[in-house]
C-alpha cells in the first residue's frame, strides 16, 4: 500500500497547534473527576476481574458513555462485552515494516467509537446497519478463542500481529494478549487504531504493544465534529500520541531470514488526505514534524475513496486532488522525519478493502 520512502528531512516550522481553537468546543475528557474514568494504574498482578469490570462502566474511549456492556448495554460505538471479530488473517497492504512480504496478521475487530462518515470499513465499523451481511455478529469471541487467533497468525507466518480498532474490546484483547505470550507467542503487536485513545486505556497495553499505527485524523475541531463526530478529538490524539511514544520509543527494526525488514518498536503515524483539506493535512505533518520528528515513522495517505453521502457531504464527495497530495509530500519533506511512506495514486480502489466475511475466526455460537 505505501511504497515509496523518503530520507533525510531538514527540520521546519513551529507548534502552533492552538492557534484559533476554542475551548469550548471540546467536551474534555480530562475534566471528568477521576472516579468517572478507567483505572488509571492498572492492578498488579494481572487482575482479571478488575479488567472485564470495565466493561461494567465504560469510559474505555473518550466518550466516556458509563454503560453496563456486561448487562449488554450498548453506548457510542454500539459493542456489548460480547467481541465479534470481521476478519483474522493475513494482510499485505499495509506499510512495508508492518506488512513486509509475508503478511500482516490482523485481527479486525467490530464496532468502533469514532463512526467517521467516510469510513471504508463502514461493513465493520457500523455492522448493525447490515447485519444479515455479517454472519459472525453471530459468534463471540473468548480472550482464549482471541488467543489461539493469534498463534494461528503467527504459524502463517505473520510478521506480527495487528489488532485493527480494538479500543471497545480493550479488557478481552488485554487478556488475550497475555494469554498468547503465555503460549508462546513470540512475533510483535501492533496496535493500529482511528487515534481517538485514552491514556489510560492505552496505558492498559503498556509493555503489550510493541507498534502503535494510529491515524492523525483532524487538526480543526468543526472537522472532527462534521466527520467523525468527535470535536474533542483534536486535543485527544495528541495526549494519545505522546503516550505511544512514551511507550514505544523511537523506530527499531529486525533484519529478518526473509529478506524482510519489520518495525520491532515505534510509532507511525497516518493521515489520509481528505478532497479540499490540504491546509490542515500540512498542519497536521508540521506538529508531527516540530513535535516529534525522527523518534516516529509518518505515513501520508491518498487512499481516500469517496464513499460519503453526497447530498449530505458534497465537499469531500469527489477523489483527492493530485496537486494537493503531492504538496503535502513536499511539505514533509522540509521536516526531520527519517522515514515518511507516501501512496501510488492507484491506491484509491476499493480492491483493497478486505473481504470481511468471518476468515480465521474462532468463537461460540451466540
Not at 523518534?295 to 460519503?308: K, T
Not at 469527489?318 to 495514486?345: G, K, T
Amino acid at each position: 500500500m505505501c511504497d515509496d520512502m523518503y530520507d533525510g528531512f531538514e527540520p521546519y516550522g513551529t507548534n502552533d497547534f492552538d492557534a484559533g481553537l476554542s475551548d469550548d468546543a471540546f467536551e474534555s475528557y480530562d475534566e471528568l473527576p477521576l472516579d468517572q474514568r478507567i483505572l488509571q494504574d492498572y492492578p498488579a498482578p494481572f487482575d482479571t476481574g478488575a479488567l472485564y469490570d470495565l466493561y461494567s462502566d465504560c469510559a474505555l474511549c473518550p466518550r466516556a458513555c458509563h454503560v453496563n456492556r456486561n448487562a449488554g448495554e450498548l453506548g457510542y460505538c454500539g459493542a456489548s462485552a460480547k467481541v465479534h471479530v470481521a476478519r483474522a488473517a493475513l494482510h499485505y497492504w499495509e506499510e512495508p515494516p508492518i506488512s513486509g512480504d509475508s503478511g500482516s496478521g490482523t485481527v479486525f475487530f467490530a464496532h468502533c467509537q469514532l463512526q467517521c462518515v467516510y469510513c471504508q470499513n463502514a461493513q465493520i465499523s457500523r455492522p448493525h446497519i447490515d447485519p444479515e451481511k455479517n454472519a459472525w455478529l453471530k459468534v463471540n469471541v473468548s480472550a482464549q478463542d482471541l488467543a489461539q487467533m493469534f498463534l494461528n497468525l503467527e504459524s502463517e507466518g505473520a510478521n506480527n500481529i495487528n489488532l485493527v480498532s480494538a479500543t471497545q474490546y480493550t479488557p478481552t484483547v488485554v487478556d488475550a494478549l497475555h494469554i498468547a505470550r503465555s503460549r508462546g507467542l513470540k512475533v510483535p503487536i501492533v496496535y493500529n487504531t482511528g487515534g481517538y485513545e485514552t491514556v489510560e486505556t492505552l496505558r492498559l497495553y503498556n509493555g503489550l504493544v510493541d507498534v502503535y499505527l494510529a491515524d492523525f485524523k483532524h487538526y480543526n475541531s468543526d472537522a472532527a465534529k462534521r466527520y467523525a463526530h468527535a470535536p474533542d478529538y483534536p486535543r485527544v490524539v495528541l495526549k494519545a500520541l505522546d503516550e505511544m511514544v512514551a511507550q514505544t520509543g523511537a523506530p527499531e527494526y529486525e533484519d529478518l531470514a526473509t529478506g524482510e525488514t519489520i518495525m520491532t518498536h515505534g510509532t507511525i503515524v497516518r493521515h489520509l488526505l481528505l478532497p479540499g483539506r490540504g491546509d490542515e493535512a500540512e498542519r497536521i505533518v508540521s506538529y508531527l514534524g516540530t513535535e516529534f520528528g525522527s523518534r516516529i515513522v509518518v505515513s501520508l495517505m491518498s487512499q481516500y475513496i469517496p464513499l460519503v453521502n453526497s447530498d449530505k457531504y458534497p465537499e469531500i464527495s469527489m477523489p483527492v486532488d493530485s496537486v494537493d497530495y503531492d504538496n503535502l509530500v513536499d511539505h514533509a519533506c522540509l521536516f526531520d522525519f527519517d522515514e515518511c511512506f507516501i501512496q501510488d495514486s492507484d491506491s484509491a480502489d476499493t480492491g483493497y478493502i478486505p473481504d470481511f466475511s468471518g476468515q480465521g475466526l474462532i468463537g461460540s455460537p451466540s
